[in-house]
């Protein structure tokens, strides 16, 4: 039998440096999970109601085309979410009839049928990488990416401004 896999989400305009290797070295078809916020004081978030898009409206195609992301989904951020998952009791077992439970159920089979896409295909386009200390560089298919290549390449928040896309990171200073 296969362990469970544990995946921990982070909000994905926090990029990390991992995120930009994937860039440099391969597109994949990734799936994400968008936050959304909901302004409602009693935390319904009902489709009458106004959806703050906290990440600001057309990031979620951004970076869908940035990082080939193929399949995106908006989460509310509601108390009771955070509440849940504080104590331990899983929202979507507490609430299964709740609208959010069916996108945390889509968007958890879209990562298994990610998970063994990437697990199970015998495809050997996919890329080798590693890290050669003696170099030192990333290696992938052979081919050395030196850690200050890769660092310029960076696409997250701190290297990035994110609504217009601009550098904010000096390659000079690498």
Known sequence: STPPVSLNFASISLLSLAESLVEVVEKEQLRSAEEASSDDADDDASPTKERIQIFGPGHKSRLSDQYGIEHTYSVPLLDRIAANGDSGDPFVLSHPDAPQSSTY?????????????????????????????????????????????????CRCAYCVEELTGRQLLDPATI
């Open 105 to 153: 159920r889509e968007l958890a089979s879209s990562v298994v049928r990610e998970v063994g896409k990437v697990k199970y295909n015998r495809d050997s386009s996919r890329p080798v990488v590693a890290f050669d200390s003696a170099k030192p560089a990333v290696v992938v298919d052979g081919r050395d990416i030196s850690p200050a290549t890769l660092r310029r390449a």
